[in-house]
């Protein structure tokens, strides 16, 4: 398979992204974007088969992206395509081309979507974090109801619609935990996060959040939010806040969780996604 990667070597998602790329036994193409930028055309149509607006491609931090005003919503994309060539650290990176497609691969196992669907050793990224695959399952799966069961998290409403699952394995293929989200529109409930309690504490609840958080960016979230009444400080080790629950919107108040499934007492949680 051929892959090409459009690199940052001062990146550490880039670099956990072209490390995944050769364990799984391919050697890409390496492309330093700051040296050698794609052209105008051929960044617009990777940003289109990527599946996202100019904007979403944007990256903000490290960037003059503040100093240049880019986050003026009445710029145009050609303003913004203009300013990515003329500073070349404002395409947000990696991204991977494989016959597969293009992704923009943040978080960086993203990048497992485009290679051959291979059982391969474990691989744990540069902060410590095991790299994972995502399947989306069922909510009729019986492993996810009896996960959650044990973790003593609610199951009443899995079979109802509007919900989107997944199961989570390492590379060699190991179940480490299941997760799921509710959108409504650019706000995204997070639910169901329950990881097997003989591996929690090595760093899988927060690289699933992570995988959970793109799979809902993806699907048009921008905002997350969850209810909690056990995990308040892990959700807050990575980097969500608390807020009263009437600031939440009124579509995350009237769901199943936060009406009848979640106690009063619960602690609601958010945090922007971005990639
Ligand atoms: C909550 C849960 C998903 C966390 O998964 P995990 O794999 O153990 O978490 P991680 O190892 O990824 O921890 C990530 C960070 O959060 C911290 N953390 C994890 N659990 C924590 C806790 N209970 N309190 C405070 N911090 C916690 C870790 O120390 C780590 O911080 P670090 O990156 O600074 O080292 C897991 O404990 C679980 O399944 N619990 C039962 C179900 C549940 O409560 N789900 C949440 C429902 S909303």
Redesign the pocket.
């Known amino acids: 398979m051929t892959v090409v990667i459009y690199h940052n070597p001062a990146c550490g998602t880039s670099r956990n992204a072209l490390a995944l790329i050769r364990h799984a036994g391919i050697e890409p193409h390496v492309i330093d974007y700051q040296k050698c930028p794609p052209s105008r055309a051929l960044l617009a149509q990777m940003i289109d088969r990527a599946g996202m607006s100019i904007r979403d491609a944007l990256r903000v931090k490290g960037t003059p992206y503040d100093e240049l005003g880019l986050g003026d919503p009445s710029l145009s994309d050609d303003q913004l395509l203009d300013a990515m060539l003329a500073h070349p650290i404002l395409i947000n990176r990696p991204i991977v081309v494989t016959t597969k497609g293009v992704k923009l691969c943040r978080p960086s196992d993203v990048v497992l979507d485009l290679l051959p669907d291979l059982l391969l050793a474990d691989f744990i990224k540069d902060d410590g ?1 095991p790299a994972l695959r995502d399947v989306e399952i069922a909510s009729d799966d019986p492993g996810l109801a009896e996960m959650l069961a044990a ?1 003593q ?1 609610p199951t009443g409403d899995l079979a109802e619609p509007g919900r989107t699952f997944f199961a989570y394995r390492t590379l060699s293929g190991a179940l480490v ?1 299941y997760a799921g989200y509710e959108l409504y529109g650019a706000d995204v409930l ?8 003989e ?10 959040v992570a995988r959970l958080c793109r799979r809902a960016f993806d699907a048009g979230a921008r905002r997350a939010w ?3 009444t ?2 308040a ?6 980097g969500f806040k608390r807020v009263e629950r009437s600031g939440a919107p009124e579509a995350i108040l009237d769901t199943r969780q936060a009406k009848d499934l979640c106690p009063a007492s619960a602690v609601v949680l958010s945090r922007p996604i971005r990639l």
């Open positions: 974090e973790a998290l935990g997070l639910r169901s996060l329950v990881v097997p309690a591996v929690r504490g090595t760093g899988i609840g927060k690289a699933i969850l209810m909690t056990t995990a400080d892990f959700f807050e080790a990575i």
